[in-house]
């Protein structure tokens, strides 16, 4: 399978504890995004890589939120001190900045945060 | 920063009736215009998009058309599939190339 791949599928944690998560983009991508869904709203833009480096972030990004790209392939979304607020799918999506930039998304991380 | 509208939040329609969609945005900067489906426990998967310089554009069964002047666009699927049922997210996106999502619409196709 070449699409894009997130793990782990599903995560429950404890309030107060930190999670990460990790998205494998398409190979030849060379921009990958972040996006958060909770139940009945669209994907929200969290934060976005060139390569590896991080172009923008949203307010929506506190500073418990750290992501990385550090070789430009994979990337990880760390939570610090989860909230049940962080409560949410966490969308993983990938591009080739300077062809089309369609985003091809992959199936998501669900974190519920007792 | 951009806020994408779409209309209606959840649709009935009858196996091989057509459905329609429509999303507004409000930055002019927005230049690319995909639609996504979304079934239950999966990611959102790109099933059409429009460019500004394209009013409309058509595969198969679905179409979709941008009206850059009003500044709204909607997807037109005919001769519907009970397999068309899920969430529907239109989105709207600049050269910066993030997209800004509207709050999906239900579709389900009644056998």
């Known amino acids: 399978d070449t699409g894009v791949s997130q793990d782990p599928r599903h995560k429950i944690t404890k309030r107060g504890q930190n999670v990460t998560f990790r998205c494998d983009p398409i190979?030849?991508?060379?921009?990958l995004y972040w996006y958060r869904q909770t139940l009945g709203q669209g994907p929200e833009f969290l934060t976005y890589?060139?390569?590896?480096?991080?172009?923008?972030k949203s307010r929506l990004l506190s500073d418990r939120f750290s992501a990385e790209r550090p070789k430009g392939s994979f990337s990880t979304l760390e939570i610090q001190r989860t909230e049940q607020g962080d409560s949410a799918m966490y969308l993983c999506?990938?591009?080739?900045?300077?062809?089309?930039?369609?985003?091809?998304f992959g199936p998501g991380t669900r974190l519920t945060v007792l | 920063g951009e806020n994408v509208e779409q209309h209606p939040s959840t649709l009935s329609v009858q196996e091989g009736d057509s459905a329609v969609i429509k999303c507004t945005y409000s930055?002019?900067?927005?230049?690319?215009f995909p639609w996504y489906k979304q079934e239950l426990g999966k990611g959102p998967q790109l099933i059409i998009d429009?460019?500004?310089?394209?009013g409309e554009k058509k595969d198969q069964r679905i179409a979709v058309t941008l009206n850059k002047t009003a500044k709204h666009f909607s997807l037109h699927i005919t001769e519907t599939q009970p397999e068309d049922s899920a969430v529907y997210f239109c989105?709207?996106?600049?050269?910066?190339?993030?997209?800004?999502f509207g709050d999906g619409t239900t579709l389900t196709v009644k056998p």
């Open positions: 429009i460019r500004s310089n394209v």
């Open positions: 999506a990938s591009s080739f900045w300077g062809a089309d930039n369609e985003q091809f």
């Open positions: 989105a709207a996106s600049t050269n910066a190339g993030k997209s800004t």
């Open positions: 930055d002019s900067a927005s230049n690319y």
């Open positions: 890589f060139q390569n590896e480096a991080q172009l923008e």
């Open positions: 190979s030849e991508h060379n921009r």
